[in-house]
């Protein structure tokens, strides 16, 4: 595995495809963009996903969370870590890689504007990747933000 394999799994070519499946285009008219077969596309497709897959798990494997439930088409994975006893998320999103969440109790007492920023950008930008619409996101925490977009992806999390 190169050293950027565990962040970034996927090839070029799997990468493209994946976000324009992730986008809700279909396979033939990936297939028409790209100027290649739907066979091409769909064999692509599965490579992309059982590498996403892989990955989502070694990343839970490596962060000694349990896995709860793993969905490789929408790139997550739900799981807990018993000794911090919190619910985590994995995500990939193919601008940033894999990213490991944790749940915080108090997510409003983390203060560190930039940091706050950066995973209101990342948590829009995943959105956006998934065809999630959500509105009035300007003055929203990223803690209500992520609540929004992991609960869509996992409907489990409502509950």
Known sequence: ???????????????TIWEL??????????????KTTRQYVNQTRLTAEAKIS????????VNDIQIT??????????GYHPALDRKT??????KYG??????AEHPEQVTNQEFL?????????MAKE???EIEDTKNMHPAKLADIVFSKLIPELKA
């Open 69 to 78: 439930k793993l969905n490789a088409k929408q790139a997550i994975l739900l």
């Open 21 to 34: 499946l992730s986008q809700g285009l279909s396979v033939s008219s990936i297939a028409d963009k790209l």
């Open 98 to 103: 894999m990213k490991v969440w944790f749940w």
């Open 130 to 132: 998934r065809g999630i």
């Open 1 to 15: 595995m190169t050293p950027n394999a565990l962040t970034m799994p996927l090839s070029q070519q799997q990468k």
């Open 89 to 94: 998320i994995i995500t990939y999103s193919s």
């Open 117 to 125: 920023k950066q995973t209101q950008n990342y948590l829009l930008d």
């Open 54 to 61: 892989k990955t989502l798990i070694e990343v839970a494997q």
